[in-house]
């Protein structure tokens, strides 16, 4: 809006929507006096807005309509470049445009990773397949962060498979049911062993929940308590850092049985980043915390379909700020004369409270999110595999 100095005279209230026109007129006497005509246009211009929106919503629905029917033509190896060059033409028509990316764009580029990149016949598109992943992750697509991660994921195994010509890196194209099928007597038949185990773990692993650790300063005790999460089936564990802590890598596997390597680590350098992180995924926030209002860990509560379970440090427990922030704080009901437990202790008895809370947590799993894991695993133990 641009006000011209002359008509700035009185306080002029607006309402959203207004259009202001400011123009100076001349008297007779030749003085310029400031004049100020309001036109309200707020039917026209919200009935332009509409039909503008209508017809972007028509546009996005034929879009994601051409993008199913290009499925079928990435199963052909002679149409495949055609298709992947159609798909993110697609995807930079409307770039921004949240559910054509996010529910038509990447389950196309899925379909192609689960039915073209693992398809042993299809091998000779390889290159074309690393090039369409390639382009997705460079381009300014609204892809969301595990959007993002899973086709990198993709794309790392893609890259592992055209660049070593060996036939362990067959098992990148096997589907892991078929694993059981091989004979013990393959070279290959341990790796296939772990990613067919590594199936069956994915398959009762939980994201419905995740364990916070706010300032466990013993390195010790964190290790130990990723080694809880991971057996008994928790694959997301943040940490917010502490003050002061020493690290002994050799020791520390000893206790967690590299069991960090399976899990999904997340770390934050204060609280209020572990806050906001937890409210940015739609979380709950559940606190152990000896509390007035503190409730214990049992039935009849029901856990929420999201949520973050968070274990304070050793001596302080949980930050005021995090106990603030809490949606619901709980604690584990004792029957003797001690009234605390280690923080390794209790987080694993935290963990195996709230399954039997919710036993259908487990395998409570985004597909997106099991496939990136599932990927990132595969590349794991084909490199040790390689080793």
């Known amino acids: ?41 707020r039917e026209e211009s919200q009935s332009v807005v509409a039909q503008d929106t209508v017809h972007r919503l028509r546009e996005a629905a034929v879009l994601a309509e051409e993008v199913e029917e290009l499925k079928p033509s990435f199963l ?42 693992r398809a042993s016949e299809n091998l000779a598109v390889s290159t074309d397949i690393v090039a369409l992943y390639k382009r997705a992750l460079s381009a300014d697509w609204c892809l969301s962060r595990e959007q993002r991660e899973a086709i990198d994921s993709m794309l790392q195994l893609m890259e592992a498979y055209t660049q070593h010509d060996h036939p362990r890196n067959q098992m990148l194209l096997d589907p892991p049911d078929a694993f059981t099928d091989m004979e013990p007597s393959d070279a290959t038949s341990s790796a296939h062993e772990r990613l067919s185990k590594a199936n069956a773990v994915l398959k009762r692993r939980t994201l419905r929940f995740v364990l916070v650790l706010e300032g466990v300063a013993d390195v010790v005790n964190k290790y130990g308590i990723y080694r809880c999460a991971e057996a008994l089936g928790v694959q997301e564990v943040w940490s917010i850092l502490p003050a002061k802590h020493k690290v002994s890598k ?34 709950e926030i559940w606190v152990t915390h000896l509390h007035a209002n503190a409730v214990p ?5 029901t856990l929420p379909e999201r949520m973050v379970m968070v274990m304070g440090a050793e001596h302080a427990g949980v930050s005021q700020e995090m106990l603030m922030a809490a949606d619901k704080v709980v604690y584990l009901p004792m029957c003797g004369f001690v009234e605390s437990l280690n923080v390794m202790v209790a987080a694993a008895l935290v963990i195996q409270r709230l399954f039997d809370l919710c036993p259908e947590a487990h395998g409570d799993c985004d597909p997106c999110e099991r496939d990136r894991i599932y990927a990132s695993w595969t590349k794991r133990i084909l490199a040790k595999q390689e080793d």
């Open 250 to 283: 050799n020791a520390l596997n000893a206790v967690s049985k590299k069991a960090q390597q399976w899990l999904t680590l997340r770390t934050f350098t204060s609280t209020s980043d572990c806050i906001d992180a937890a409210r940015a995924e739609g979380r």
């Open 1 to 41: 809006m641009f006000v011209h100095q002359s008509a700035v005279q009185d306080e002029v209230i607006l309402r959203r929507g207004d259009f202001v026109v400011v123009d100076t007129v001349e008297t007779p006497k030749g003085e310029e006096v400031g004049s100020v005509k309001l036109h309200v246009a």
């Open 76 to 117: 052909d190896p002679e149409r495949f470049s055609v298709a992947a060059e159609r798909l993110c033409a697609i995807a930079e028509e409307q770039p921004q445009n949240f559910e054509l990316i996010r529910f038509s764009v990447f389950p196309c580029i899925q379909h192609v990773d689960r039915h073209v990149a």
């Open 297 to 301: 860990l049992e039935a009849p509560l």
